[in-house]
């Protein structure tokens, strides 16, 4: 069964920190090193590559086994690519349902000195939730696993997150918020008990 959302073309210059379903064709200007990224899943590897089309440029976020296949001077066709933002500075990734392909038509015409990556994104902090809301603790531990949040950005929770890890921490930390709450509603009910007395 296709899953697949439906994506938008975009121009590189046209992105936002809430960009999603990106479609693009891009040039590759630089392949950076490759990192190893620690985390308690395992160590990962990231590799930023500058890419660029006729509006701008960015940095694309590559991950473990997308790494190496494309060089210097290849066209892209990106689908259904996000952004996240790493350090206040956007990133294109490409999520679960995302593809990176060799174009059959070389983009010829590019901008660099437009990196949009150089733009500061504000990054707001996230609210916190109330302790009755166990399933929203287990939301938080399952987007902990993303790519994007173990390289200190947001956004990259669709990025091949590891669920069974991701899952059962957030499904543990959900538990206890929900148990949290009973507690305080049977504690509330005895001490009404008590006071009607």
């Not at 500075?89 to 995302?98: A, D, P, T």
Request: some cysteine.
């Amino acid at each position: 069964m296709d899953e697949t959302p439906t994506a938008t073309n975009f121009n590189i210059n046209d992105l936002t920190e809430n960009s999603k379903n990106v479609n693009a064709t891009i040039k590759v200007i630089e392949v950076g090193e490759t990192k190893d990224i620690p985390s308690r899943f395992g160590d990962k590897q990231v590799c930023e590559v500058k890419v660029a089309d006729a509006s701008g440029s960015i940095l694309l976020s590559l991950w473990d086994d997308q790494i190496g296949k494309i060089a210097v001077g290849d066209t892209l066709s990106i689908q259904n690519g996000y952004i996240s933002i790493v350090r206040n500075s956007m990133r294109l990734n490409i999520g679960k349902y995302g593809k990176m392909l060799l174009s059959e038509e070389a983009l010829t015409e590019v901008n660099t000195e437009n990196n949009v990556s150089d733009r500061h994104v504000d990054q707001p902090e996230r609210p916190r939730r109330p302790a009755y809301g166990g399933g929203g603790g287990g939301r938080s531990g399952g987007s902990s696993g993303g790519y994007g949040s173990m390289y200190g950005g947001g956004g990259g929770d669709r990025s091949f997150s590891f669920r069974r890890g991701s899952g059962s921490s957030g499904g543990s930390s959900g538990g206890s918020g929900g148990g949290g709450g009973r507690r305080d509603s049977r504690g509330g009910d005895k001490k009404g008990g008590r006071g009607r007395r």
